[in-house]
């Protein structure tokens, strides 16, 4: 038998849920929903329900957080087969009913309708509905990302910065509107919030701020690169690098101002870092004019991004890596150059690794052993006899540059890559060398070459 209290409410007279118990609030709720699944007239005259606002006013009264969110969403789900209209007035309540609420019971009940306006954001093919949203979702996300909340609003402003960086001309209104909402959201006061959690020292509030950063877009690119250019400690520098990475494409633009404007070498080496791991092919002219930098460091970022990317401007500038005065930089555009298989670079390579006067020897074993890596992985036959030539030890009494065991051993492992009798047979034979560590990289390189030769072939 029902209560009177449950009685009185389904009629609209009651002053509060709250004195009905559980079973009976879900009871009613049930019956609510029903009405709005018939097609409720209201509904269908552009009106959110009577009965619908009371009995969301009324639970959210009691803290019945759980069944509200589920009523709007429900509520919202209906109004999806009626009229613009109808749609724009029941964002508009719910707009109002999200202002009223305290900070706290708004982010909960946004967390419980996280999943319907997430995908009405996607899917609503209206721009004033699309318009209307944002700017509920607009209202309540700087108190939120202030507040510590960032989590609870994240979700839509991921789908936000989707659609600002979209390049679907279809999709060109939304982009404005999303565009001007992230603005708005990231506010300089927002972001000054959370740089400040950003560098606090308690790891779950970084955590959150980060997050938040990220979910902000473009604006928090800008001020993580301020942030990057002018923050004395390492450890902050790093997190702003790994924030500037997960904001993807939205931070490219930031990135490149300062790859090409006069800031600190250790700014312009993050940022060449960061463009490398986001991959975009139109930043590769801007990092191979930096070649030549002054700091070694720099340079050194520059050669491993250009091995990511390759085409003809990253092959041009990895080939003159291979001049530069720091062995660091030499061996690092040799290893690049085998990771893109450059054929071009082969005679290159052969030179730093062939038996030369001293006078134009390459001097640095790691350079060498670079090359010898690189020519296996390039795989070109120009390159079998200069291996199979630094098996041989040498002698400086020769006028010739000797090889060092770790030469002769990179050699052995690239030889491994050119399956022929002739490979074989210098392999065996270094495979008695006097040198242990030869001995052992030889007949390592054996196994692996007759794994996939025979001599039959």
Aim: hydrophobic share 45%; glycine share 8%; proline share 4%.
């Amino acid at each position: 038998m029902e209560s009177a209290e449950a009685n009185a409410a389904r009629d609209g007279h009651t002053t509060g849920l709250h004195t009905l118990a559980p079973e009976e609030r879900v009871q009613l709720l049930e019956e609510v929903e029903g009405a709005l699944q018939a097609g409720d007239s209201d509904l269908l005259r552009g009106q959110v329900p009577p009965k619908v606002v009371f009995t969301v006013d009324q639970l959210l009264s009691a803290g019945d957080l759980d069944l509200a969110g589920r009523l709007i969403s429900r509520t919202w789900d209906a109004a999806q087969s009626c009229s613009i209209d109808t749609r724009l007035h029941t964002l508009s309540w719910l707009g109002g009913v999200i202002e009223t609420l305290p900070s706290g019971t708004r982010a909960r009940l946004l967390a419980s309708l996280d999943g319907t306006l997430v995908q009405g954001l996607r899917e609503t093919d209206n721009p004033n509905v699309y318009s209307a949203m944002v700017q509920m979702i607009a209202q309540s996300a700087p108190g939120l990302l202030c507040a510590g909340q960032g989590e609870l609003i994240e979700p839509f402003m991921r789908v936000l910065s989707e659609h600002a960086s979209s390049s679907d001309t279809a999709m060109s209104g939304r982009q404005q509107v999303a565009s001007r909402a992230l603005d708005a959201i990231a506010k300089p006061e927002v972001l000054a919030s959370l740089l400040g959690e950003f560098q606090c020292g308690d790891r779950v509030r970084q955590s959150k701020a980060t997050r938040a950063l990220v979910a902000c877009g473009r604006p928090a690119a800008t001020a993580l690169m301020d942030l990057l250019a002018g923050s004395e400690s390492v450890a902050i520098r790093m997190r702003a690098v790994s924030a500037l990475r997960a904001l993807g494409r939205e931070a490219l633009p930031g990135l490149m101002e300062r790859l090409e404007n006069d800031c600190p070498w250790y700014v312009q080496r993050n940022a060449v870092a960061v463009l490398r791991d986001i991959g975009d092919q139109s930043v590769v002219g801007p990092i191979a004019r930096h070649a030549r930098h002054p700091h070694l460091r720099m340079r050194l970022e520059v050669m491993s991004a250009l091995g990511r990317f390759g085409g003809a401007e990253a092959i041009k500038a990895l080939l003159g890596g291979l001049d530069d005065r720091e062995a660091a930089v030499r061996e690092q555009a040799a290893v690049a150059l085998g990771n893109l298989r450059v054929g071009e670079a082969v005679p290159r390579l052969i030179k730093i690794i062939g038996r030369r006067l001293l006078a134009g020897a390459e001097e640095d074993d790691s350079v060498q052993c670079a090359a010898c890596a690189a020519l296996g992985q390039i795989g070109d036959e120009r390159a079998i006899q200069p291996l199979l030539a630094c098996l041989r030890r040498g002698w400086l009494v020769s006028g010739y540059h000797a090889k060092s065991d770790s030469v002769r051993c990179s050699a052995a492992q690239a030889l491994a890559c050119f399956p022929s009798e002739r490979v074989r047979k210098g392999l065996a034979a270094a495979a008695q060398d006097g040198s242990v560590t030869l001995r052992a990289a030889a007949s390592a390189a054996l196994r692996r070459l007759d794994s996939s030769f025979s001599p039959a072939d």
